[in-house]
C-alpha cells in the first residue's frame, strides 16, 4: 500500500475521516482517528449549537477555536477542519481555522475557487472535495492561473456517500458516479497529469467505504487513500449521542434514502419520523433561526438542516435527519476506531 502524501504530511494510514458537523466529529472523534495514525477531522458547519446552544458566527468562532484547541491537546497527530464552501462566512470559518494550526482544510459543498487566496502563507493543506474530473480540473485550472497553487490532494466523493452529495437525483444510482468508477478516472486524470507536467496530486476515494473488500478495491485501483465516515458513528469515541449512534447499528440498507437540502443538493439520510415528514412537506420552517447556509430561502426548503442535525446529534432522532452512507457502518454494535480501521484497512 502506498503512502498518502498531503504536502509534506504523511499520515502512517492513508485514511481520512470524514468531517461530519454539527456534532459528530469534533475533538474527541478527530483525535482518536489521529492517534491510530489517520487524519481526523473536525467538521465546522453548526459547531457553535453544539458548544453554545448558538449558531451566530461569533458562536460559531468561538466554538471552532475551542475544538481545534482541544485536538491539538488530545493528539500530536494530523487532523483537519471540514468547511463546506456553501456556508455563510465561508471565509471567515477557513482564516480562524488556519489560525488556530488545523494541518489541512477540506472544502466541498461547492467549488472552492477561492480557497488559496485565505491561505497566503500556505500554513495548511488545502483539499478540496469535488465529485468529478471536470469538477478537479475546474479548481486546478483556476488555482494554478490565479494563485500559482496546485490542491495538495483530492477528496473525489461518489453518489455512495452520506450526507450532502454533488449529483442530480437521477444520477445517484448510475454506476458511473459509483465510488469505484469515480476513483479510477480520477486517478487516471492524477497519471494523465503527472505525465504532462510533472504534477501529481494524491487522490483519496470517499463514499460507502464500510469493509477491506471496497478499501482493497479502491487501494488496488491506485487510490492514495480512502475517506471514512458512517463507520466512525457507531464508535466509542464518536462525539454523537448514543441514541444517534444506535440509529446506524439498528438501519438496514432498506432504511437508507434521499432528501432535498436546503444546501441545494441531495442528501442521504436514514429514514426517521422526520425524514417521513420532509418527505410529505409537514417539516417546512416558519422562520429562519440560524442563516447559516448561502442557498438557504426558509421559504423555499423543505426543512431547516441546522436545526433537524442538532436535533438527531443530541439523541432527538426522531426530530432529526440521520445522514448515512449507502451502505451504512457494517456493524451491529458499538466499537472503537481502532476496531473500525483495522476492520478496513488491514487486508
Avoid at 497553487?149 to 444510482?173: C, Q, T
Wanted: proline share 3%; charged share 25%.
Amino acid at each position: 500500500m502506498k503512502k498518502l502524501k498531503i504536502g509534506n504530511l504523511i499520515p502512517k494510514i492513508p485514511l481520512v475521516q470524514g468531517g461530519m458537523a454539527v456534532g459528530i466529529s469534533l475533538d474527541n472523534l478527530a483525535s482518536s482517528v489521529a492517534n491510530e495514525g489517520g487524519i481526523g477531522v473536525i467538521g465546522t458547519a453548526g459547531i457553535g449549537l453544539v458548544k453554545n446552544d448558538d449558531n451566530s458566527l461569533k458562536s460559531n468562532i468561538e466554538a471552532l477555536k475551542y475544538y481545534i484547541q482541544k485536538t491539538k491537546e488530545k493528539t500530536k497527530g494530523i487532523f483537519g477542519v471540514n468547511i463546506m464552501v456553501a456556508l455563510n462566512n465561508y471565509e471567515k470559518y477557513v482564516q480562524t481555522a488556519i489560525e488556530e494550526g488545523a494541518k489541512i482544510i477540506f472544502s466541498g459543498a461547492g467549488l472552492p475557487l477561492s480557497l488559496p487566496e485565505l491561505n497566503k502563507e500556505k500554513k495548511a493543506k488545502l483539499v478540496p472535495i469535488v465529485s468529478s474530473v471536470k469538477a478537479a480540473q475546474v479548481i486546478l485550472k483556476r488555482w494554478m492561473k490565479k494563485y500559482n497553487y496546485i490542491p495538495d490532494a483530492y477528496v473525489v466523493e461518489s453518489s455512495e456517500a452520506g450526507g450532502h452529495l454533488g449529483f442530480k437525483k437521477d444520477k445517484l444510482n448510475d454506476s458511473k458516479n459509483s465510488t469505484l468508477n469515480l476513483a479510477k478516472e480520477l486517478v487516471g486524470f492524477r497519471d494523465e497529469l503527472y505525465a504532462e507536467k510533472q504534477i501529481y496530486i494524491p487522490i483519496i476515494a470517499a463514499g460507502g467505504i464500510n469493509n477491506k473488500k471496497i478499501a482493497k478495491q479502491l487501494f488496488d485501483q491506485g487510490v492514495d487513500g480512502i475517506q471514512v465516515g458512517s463507520a466512525f458513528i457507531p464508535t466509542e469515541e464518536c462525539d454523537a449521542d448514543i441514541k444517534f449512534k444506535n440509529k446506524f447499528i439498528e438501519a438496514t440498507t432498506d432504511d437508507i434514502g434521499i432528501l432535498n437540502s436546503p444546501v441545494g443538493l441531495p442528501g442521504r439520510a436514514i429514514k426517521t419520523k422526520f425524514f417521513d415528514l420532509i418527505k410529505s412537506g409537514k417539516a417546512k420552517p416558519k422562520t429562519c433561526n440560524y442563516q447559516c447556509i448561502k442557498t438557504c430561502n426558509f421559504k423555499n426548503v423543505e426543512f431547516c438542516i441546522a436545526q433537524a442535525l442538532y436535533n438527531s446529534v443530541r439523541g432527538d432522532v426522531d426530530n432529526g435527519v440521520v445522514f448515512s452512507g449507502k451502505k451504512g457502518p457494517d456493524t451491529n454494535s458499538i466499537k472503537s476506531v481502532k476496531q473500525i480501521i483495522k476492520n478496513i484497512m488491514d487486508f
